[in-house]
């Protein structure tokens, strides 16, 4: 979850205000995790990949 | 490019929990949560008991709340938004971002007719009109709270019901 540009990291961004970094496996994990524990959503990898983006 | 392109990841659903989470910080209140000051929004699904899943996530974010109270409801953007009050102690998850409590007037329409714009503000001064309510018709909810809670609530007793109090 470095704030540094890597290659190869997606974010996403959750209307809460928290951003998830993570390679692809990393982030499908962390924003599940988020979104579960904070929001009682339920996101599957597809969808969680639909909302990331490359870090810019 | 990392949100130009596409609003934050939200909450969805017919039936979504709108949570403010209240503190009181010496004499001031507080807003705070795990979105800040801003409201926690998490989603109520069919299997859900909305008031369980508020009391399950306050706890396992911030620690076991000294009162959840289910305080207003109104029609949201994709369905309903069911509005609720957490109080969590002074010293409970302190490291979240918090902003004091300012008072506002309340939404207002015809006897029969839902105000047609809702401020967070409004929804947060009702819902501490309705606990202050509570606090002095309801045992549970006079114990849970501290005098310095009952004392800043008593502010938001209307003026002329305060002498009925305790």
């Known amino acids: 979850m470095s704030k540094q540009p890597r290659d190869g990291v997606l974010v996403v961004h959750c209307a ?5 970094r993570g390679t692809e496996s990393e982030l499908v ?3 599940q995790k988020h979104a579960l524990e904070s929001h009682n959503m339920k996101a599957t990898r597809e969808e969680v990949l639909s909302r990331a ?3 810019s | 490019m990392e949100s130009a392109d596409r609003p ?13 989470v209240v503190r009181l910080r010496g004499d001031r209140l507080e807003l705070t949560g795990p979105c800040g000051p801003d409201a926690w929004y998490i989603e109520s699904h069919a299997e859900d008991d909305p008031m369980e899943l508020v009391k399950r996530l306050s706890t396992n974010l911030m620690g076991p709340p000294l009162l959840v109270h289910s305080t207003s ?12 009050l957490v ?16 008072r506002a007037e309340l939404a207002r329409n015809t006897a029969a007719d839902a105000a047609t714009g809702i401020a967070t503000a409004q929804v947060v001064e009702h819902a501490l009109r309705h606990v202050a309510w509570l606090a002095q018709d309801d045992e549970a909810v ?9 004392a800043v609530l008593a502010n938001y007793v209307p003026e002329p019901f305060r002498h009925l109090g305790r």
């Open chain 1, 16 to 20: 809460c205000g928290v951003v998830m």
């Open chain 1, 29 to 31: 994990v962390i924003v």
């Open chain 1, 53 to 55: 983006r490359p870090e």
């Open chain 2, 8 to 20: 934050p990841w939200g909450t969805e659903g017919p039936v979504q929990a709108e949570v403010f």
């Open chain 2, 73 to 84: 409801w109104r029609r949201g953007a994709s369905g309903v938004i069911l509005s609720f």
């Open chain 2, 87 to 102: 109080v969590v102690g002074e010293d409970q998850a302190s490291e979240l971002a918090s902003v004091p409590i300012g």
């Open chain 2, 142 to 150: 006079r114990a849970a709270l501290s005098p310095a809670w009952l």
